[in-house]
């Protein structure tokens, strides 16, 4: 009797600890999934940095909202960010760190055309996607005209910006230029569009002048323009150099219109420009006249939350931070379609994305394509009162 009520004790004592067990296992939570790993590499520092710092702050507030909101997929993301300072060698370094070490899925940027070329080789040797900031067609298409297969952009391309400039030319009757650009990447890509197109058009470019990023004076290129019967100045390269041609042009007390490219749509070149700003032209993203738009624009009201998000953490918005937004939120479109970090099955699905609202513009990406924009994901605007006016859609 003593031995059966012995073995009944260890049996209900066997089935309450299980329950227990069990019990336990249910309140305990699942394991945290491992985190996604993107790179990113900016020039935070440098001549450059009007671009990479707003790019960097975009990154790092979006993977904060991103995973409060739950992750990719219910991982965590996370982001290297490391600073190219605008230099191409740094970049490489940088490019192959991120690969060999970090062991990231993709890489968002560089923030220049120069830096982003200089690692092109570097991503698809290692089979990884690369979703530039820097707007040279050159950087998605080889000198064939083939698509790099595993290289994206975001910005709107030079391509697409000379011909928002000829159309406006067009509608105004404008058919003799000059041109400045600079010995950049962007510049040179930005030049070659122009030369290119104009021929189509049929606008003849009487003075092509030339300058390096960082010359502090254009008054020779200025003077030999001012000779012409130019009826409007086309600038390709960013911040600082046209910000100089402006102040320079304003000096010499030239009338002759000034049209930018999009590598200047910050409040920093205005800035930059001081007394000399009011009156340029150029075609821009969306973004920096969301005020301006239609309600029933598609676009503005991401446009309006991206804003009032950045500013409330960083000041003004610039259109290089929204390159980054949107080279990051289009990977998560991509992750998430694709279920996997996998960096070829996250290639595959950038690939399908269409209809996409981004901050640049609506993306329709596919193996032809890998900007996915249009001369329409611009409008013109003119700087007035030292602050950005919408001119025309």
Same mark, same amino acid.
């Given at each position: 009797?003593?031995?059966?009520?012995?073995?009944?004790?260890?049996?209900?004592?066997?089935?309450?600890?299980?329950?227990?067990?069990?019990?336990?296992?249910?309140?305990?939570?699942?394991?945290?999934?491992?985190? *996604?790993?993107?790179?990113?590499?900016?020039? $935070?520092?440098?001549?450059?940095?009007?671009?990479?710092?707003? %790019?960097?702050?975009?990154?790092?507030?979006?993977? %904060? &909202?991103?995973?409060?909101?739950?992750?990719?997929?219910?991982?965590?993301?996370?982001?290297?960010? *490391?600073?190219?300072?605008?230099?191409?060698?740094?970049?490489?370094?940088?490019?192959?760190?991120?690969?060999? !070490?970090?062991? $990231?899925?993709?890489?968002?940027?560089?923030?220049?055309?120069?830096?982003?070329?200089?690692?092109?080789?570097? $991503?698809?040797?290692?089979?990884?996607?690369?979703?530039?900031?820097?707007?040279?067609?050159?950087?998605?298409?080889?000198?064939?005209?083939?698509?790099?297969?595993?290289?994206?952009?975001?910005?709107?391309?030079?391509?697409?910006?000379?011909?928002?400039?000829?159309? *406006?030319?067009?509608?105004?009757?404008?058919? &003799?230029?000059?041109?400045?650009?600079?010995?950049?990447?962007?510049?040179?890509?930005?030049? !070659?569009?122009?030369?290119?197109?104009?021929?189509?058009?049929?606008?003849?470019?009487?003075?092509?002048?030339?300058?390096?990023?960082?010359?502090?004076?254009?008054?020779?290129?200025?003077?030999k323009i001012k000779g012409t019967k130019a009826q409007a100045i +086309?600038?390709?390269?960013?911040?600082?150099?046209?910000?100089?041609?402006? #102040?320079?042009?304003?000096?010499?007390?030239?009338?002759?219109?000034?049209?930018?490219?999009?590598?200047?749509?910050?409040?920093?070149?205005?800035?930059?420009?001081?007394?000399?700003?009011?009156?340029?032209?150029?075609?821009?993203?969306?973004?920096?006249?969301?005020?301006?738009?239609?309600?029933?624009?598609?676009?503005?009201?991401?446009?309006?939350?991206?804003?009032?998000?950045?500013?409330?953490?960083?000041?003004? $918005?610039?259109?290089?931070?929204?390159?980054?937004?949107d080279a990051i939120t289009l990977l998560k479109a991509a992750m998430?379609?694709?279920?996997?970090?996998?960096?070829?099955?996250?290639?595959?699905?950038?690939? &399908?994305?269409?209809?996409?609202?981004?901050?640049?513009?609506?993306?329709?990406?596919?193996? %032809?394509?890998?900007?996915?924009?249009?001369?329409?994901?611009?409008?013109?605007?003119?700087? %007035?009162?030292?602050?950005? #006016?919408? +001119?025309?859609?």
């Open positions: 009797m003593k031995r059966l009520t012995f073995i009944l004790a260890a049996l209900l004592f066997t089935a309450l600890l299980s329950q227990a067990t069990a019990l336990q296992a249910k309140d305990k939570p699942a394991p945290a999934k491992a985190p *996604y790993k993107i790179g990113a590499i900016f020039s $935070v520092t440098g001549d450059a940095s009007s671009l990479g710092m707003p %790019e960097k702050q975009t990154a790092e507030m979006l993977m %904060e &909202q991103i995973n409060a909101a739950g992750g990719i997929n219910g991982h965590p993301l996370e982001i290297v960010i *490391y600073d190219d300072k605008g230099d191409e060698t740094e970049a490489i370094t940088m490019a192959q760190r991120l690969i060999s !070490n970090d062991k $990231v899925t993709a890489i968002i940027g560089p923030s220049r055309s120069g830096t982003s070329m200089a690692i092109v080789d570097a $991503v698809s040797k290692a089979e990884i996607p690369l979703v530039t900031c820097a707007a040279s067609a050159k950087i998605v298409k080889d000198d064939t005209g083939k698509i790099r297969k595993w290289v994206f952009m975001t910005p709107q391309s030079d391509v697409a910006a000379v011909q928002k400039i000829f159309d *406006y030319f067009g509608k105004n009757k404008i058919t &003799q230029i000059a041109i400045m650009s600079d010995s950049s990447g962007y510049g040179a890509s930005g030049r !070659n569009q122009l030369q290119s197109q104009a021929k189509d058009k049929k606008i003849e470019i009487l003075a092509d002048e030339t300058f390096a990023p960082g010359d502090v004076d254009m008054t020779p290129q200025l003077t +086309v600038v390709w390269s960013i911040q600082k150099a046209p910000a100089m041609v402006a #102040k320079n042009a304003k000096a010499l007390e030239i009338k002759i219109p000034l049209f930018q490219s999009h590598g200047v749509a910050s409040k920093k070149f205005i800035e930059l420009c001081g007394d000399a700003a009011d009156g340029q032209v150029l075609p821009a993203g969306r973004l920096i006249v969301v005020g301006q738009l239609a309600d029933s624009d598609p676009q503005k009201a991401l446009l309006a939350k991206y804003k009032a998000d950045f500013e409330a953490k960083n000041g003004p $918005v610039s259109t290089f931070g929204g390159h980054a937004y998430e379609k694709a279920g996997t970090d996998d960096p070829a099955k996250v290639r595959d699905a950038l690939e &399908q994305i269409k209809g996409f609202a981004g901050t640049a513009g609506i993306f329709n990406l596919s193996s %032809e394509d890998h900007n996915g924009l249009t001369k329409d994901a611009f409008v013109m605007v003119k700087i %007035e009162n030292k602050d950005w #006016k919408l +001119v025309s859609p």
